[in-house]
Every structure is written in C-alpha cells, then in structure tokens.
C-alpha cells in the first residue's frame, strides 16, 4: 500500500516513457501523477506508420500513457504550454497508405487480423526488409494492415533543421537496423516503418518544423487514440469491433488527434477536461507538415517533448483552443501594433468612435465528418464559450481571422480577434493577454 501511494503522489516533473496499447481508457488508472504547474518531459514513439504495420497495437498510434494532473476535475480545462520539442529519430519514412483486405475486422487501425490463423491484433516479427517483412508470430504469415502506395525514406540533418530523402540503397541500410535510426523508445512495441525502405522519391528536400499530432486529455469513453476526433470518430460509429460507437457517443471525444502543425514550440494547447485529472497524453510527433496533410501520413519521428500544465478552473470547454505562435497566426489575426492602434482610434474619431474593442487572438478546433461539419464545429464551439450567436464568429473570423485546415478530411481551427470581454466572461483573459 505504501508503495501505491508513492506512485500516486503528484510530482513537480514527471518522466513519461511507457505507452498506450493504442487505446485511451478512461477506467483505467493513471499511473503518473503531476502537480498543477508542473512539467511532463516524455520520450515520445513515432505515429502513424509504425503502429499501423503493428497489429497488436489497436489505435492506429502509440501514444503515451495518461498523466493524472492534479486539481483538474470534470468541466475543467488544463492549459499546456508546449516549452520543447527535440526530434531524435535520423530516418524515418512515410507515405500515402492503402488497407489490405483480410487483413482487419472493419478497421485496420483498430482491430488488425492475421489472414491465415485468424488471430485479431496478434504478436509480430519482422523477417527481412520490405513491404512483406511484417509476420504473424504464430504461423508466419504477412500480415501487415497496410501497404505504401507511394512513399519515401527521409534523413535529417544533426541541426534537425532539413532533411533529404533517400535512394535504394540507402533506404535498404537504414530498413536493416531500423528501430536504432528511428530512436524507437525503449517500451516502445511498433515495428519500424523504415524497414518497408520505400524510395519513391529521391533527393527531396523538406524544411524540419516539429509538431505534436497527438496532444490532448483523455475522452470520457475507451476510444482509440488516432479515432480520438470528429473526423477519424466517424470510422468507430457502428464498428463490428469492440470499440464501435454510437453518433452520440463520439462527443465523449476530446480531439487530441488534431495534426494541426501549429501545436508545435511555443503554442500553448488549452484542452477539456471530461475525467478526473485531465489524462494528458502525447505522441505522433512530425518533422514537418503541410497544412491538410493531405497524403493521409507525414513524417513520424521519436522525439523528447517538455510541457508545462495549468489547472484553468470553471472553464468548460467541449473542444480544444489552440494559442499559435505569433508567427503561426494568420494575418488578419495578428496582434495590432502601437502604431496600428493610434491610426485607429484616430480613424474611429473622424467618424465619432471614442472607444475601440481590445482584442487578442484565439483559434477554436474544430473537427467533422468533413471540412464543413469541422468549420460548423469550431464556430459553434466558439459561440458557445463565448455566449454569442454563428453568424458574430463568422463575420469575426472573416475580417479579423481565418479558417485552417488542420488535417485533411476534418480538423480545422478557427481563429479570429475575440473582444477582451468575451474572454474574460470565459476566464481566458489572463492566460491569452499573458500569451499575446
């Protein structure tokens, strides 16, 4: 008993390097405890790729577990300041995907089967290189949920500044000894996608900006961690898995998957809080990403991450804020200048406005089946917290902000200048004001 205690004890830090078996569970107990205003520092497993070619893993990722933050309760929301993100992995490859048939029940990332022995997310090896080097540990036969239709091996640089893709050959060196270029985490179970060495594409260059695809707290109901969002939520509803779900029953979701490469260094993530203690968790690290991630994949790396957590009490939220960087912020959405605001208030006195609105920038997720039923989400979160009607959020949005699309088919944010009221009516002011 007294040992338990110890593990329950709230820390200041706490050290995350063991995962999820690709379900968020929130009856689960959760096994780190940290102090509010305190740091979760994790060592992070790559995403997407590796836990698809890993039928054992049933979400489509490999996430980190839950961090239990104290003081956070049901109708909460916990503010976490993303302070550093190091990339570790040196190669990592990545591309379109197309699902094998016979190969899943309903959804190959969830519910991965072995076509000759019928055992539903089995134990795997890996037996040499390429696209049928993933085996069923029990007959030996291929069993990978999902193919490359194009792709490619990439190699950064020790500045983690740039990275070029790779030829056959080396591509084919790295697939030999895969786990140790990719920096897999030690607890980690995935198998490393390097070793399907795809070279689709040679000598591309691409610009390194790490994000976090997964950053979030834990959903009131057992979801699959990829599927924790509106728009992959919709693969669950009426599953003849063991997580399939009702339409209703997605709005248990939290959407910490958001692969929105905004929440990269710097940006702070402000999350709902729908279990006790929030159940902060973490992974699908990127080297870089386009807006949409329109392949359906990017480039999963390992990394180490650092983040700070903030208890925000009364401040129910049914989705994520995001605060970008200021350099992230779309134009229109840019915090005015000293010299902006004089020209204004002179403008508004030629025309008789004495007072002019104060304003800071706030970006609402929003996710959905497609864009449109994302937009919709986002404005509607947005009018909700802020007790204001759609058409304010759209007209706001339009002239003082924008939407972005986060991940191609449904995750967007809204983002516009919301009134210093508005956000001290929702208890954001000084958590934005500080920020901005």
Not at 140 to 159: C, E, G, L, M, R
Not at 208 to 213: A, E, I, V, W
Request: with cysteine; aromatic share 6%; proline share 6%.
């Amino acid at each position: 008993m007294e040992e338990l205690l110890k593990v329950k004890e709230a820390k200041q830090t706490v050290y995350v390097n063991q995962f999820t078996d690709g379900i968020l569970d929130p009856n689960k107990e959760m096994e780190y405890h940290v102090k509010d205003g305190g740091h979760i520092i994790a060592n992070t497993a790559p995403g997407c790729w590796g836990p698809m070619i890993t039928p054992k893993l049933k979400g489509g990722h490999e996430v980190t577990k839950p961090v239990y933050v104290e003081g956070a309760e049901v109708g909460d929301a916990i503010a976490i300041r993303i302070k550093s993100i190091q990339v570790t992995s040196v190669v990592t490859a990545s591309g379109n995907d197309r699902p094998v048939e016979g190969r899943f029940i309903g959804d190959p990332f969830v519910a991965g089967k072995c076509p000759k022995c019928g055992t539903i997310n089995p134990d795997s090896t890996i037996d040499g290189i390429g696209q049928e080097a993933v085996r069923c540990k029990i007959c030996a036969a291929d069993i990978t949920p999902f193919v490359f239709t194009h792709a490619y091996s990439i190699a950064f640089n020790q500045k983690n500044s740039l990275g070029v893709t790779l030829n056959q050959e080396a591509a084919e060196k790295v697939a030999q000894d895969g786990r140790a270029y990719m920096n897999t985490p030690e607890e980690s179970i995935q198998n490393p996608i390097v070793t399907f060495a795809p070279h689709d594409m040679v000598g591309t260059i691409a610009r390194m900006r790490p994000f976090l695809g997964q950053l979030g707290t834990t959903p009131a109901r057992p979801l699959p961690d990829s599927h924790n969002a509106g728009d992959f939520g919709q693969a669950l509803i009426g599953a003849p898995h063991d997580y399939g779900i009702t339409k209703e029953q997605l709005e248990d979701r939290t959407d910490g998957h958001m692969d929105i490469n905004r929440a990269r260094e710097g940006a702070i993530v402000i999350c709902p809080v729908k279990v006790s203690g929030g159940g902060v968790y973490l992974g699908d690290m990127h080297a870089m990403q386009g807006n949409g991630e329109i392949a359906g994949h990017t480039t999963d790396v390992a990394g180490i991450v650092n983040l700070q957590v903030e208890v925000l009490k009364g401040v129910t939220l049914e989705g994520p804020i995001l605060l970008p960087v200021e350099d992230d912020l779309p134009y229109l959405a840019k915090p005015f200048t000293k010299k902006e605001k004089q020209e204004a208030l002179e403008l508004g006195k030629q025309w008789g406005i004495e007072e002019l609105e104060e304003s800071y920038p706030v970006s609402f997720v929003g996710t959905g089946a497609n864009l449109n039923e994302a937009t919709d989400n986002g404005m509607e979160r947005a009018a909700k917290l802020f007790g204001i009607t759609v058409p304010e959020v759209m007209n706001r949005a339009t002239i003082t902000g924008a939407i972005e699309i986060g991940r191609h088919p449904g995750v967007v944010t809204v983002t516009f200048l919301a009134p210093k009221q508005y956000l001290e009516r929702a208890r954001l002011l000084e958590l934005v004001k500080g920020f901005y």
